[in-house]
Nanobody, 122 residues
Framework: VQLQASGGGLVQAGGSLRLSCAAS????????MGWFRQAPGKEREFVVA????????YYADSVKGRFTISRDNAKNTVYLQMNSLKPEDTAVYYC????????????????WGQGTQVTVSS
């Protein structure tokens, strides 16, 4: 599985962005998908994950109520809608795929995209 993340950019605090992650391969629907982020000087952290069928999701407490993950298996794409963005959301965002029911830790993910920069100005 190859992953290509896009949609990052510069936005003011309170604004919104939608990230996309396009996957190659015919077995996309068999993978749990997740988003992680890494801020400057910090370790990469879990943001959100979605089950292969889209029926289950898990969010980090820091983004609950503001971010929404979704997927379109027909388009081999997972989305991350980010609303009410805060300066502390500034990071490189990575999408990842795991051949699991659901996964919330980095070690469970086998495939990673290249990352897309999100910068939130105050």
């Amino acid at each position: 599985v190859q992953l290509q993340a896009s949609g990052g950019g510069l936005v003011q605090a309170g604004g919104s962005l939608r990230l996309s992650c396009a996957a190659s391969g015919r077995t996309f629907s068999s993978y749990a998908m997740g988003w992680f982020r890494q801020a400057p000087g910090k370790e990469r952290e879990f943001v959100v994950a979605i089950h292969w069928n889209g029926h289950s999701t898990y969010y980090a407490d820091s983004v609950k109520g503001r971010f929404t993950i979704s997927r379109d298996n027909a388009k081999n794409t997972v989305y991350l809608q980010m609303n009410s963005l805060k300066p502390e959301d500034t990071a490189v965002y990575y999408c990842a795929a795991a051949r699991r029911f659901i996964a919330t830790t980095q070690s469970e993910y086998s495939y990673w995209g290249q990352g897309t920069q999100v910068t939130v100005s105050s």
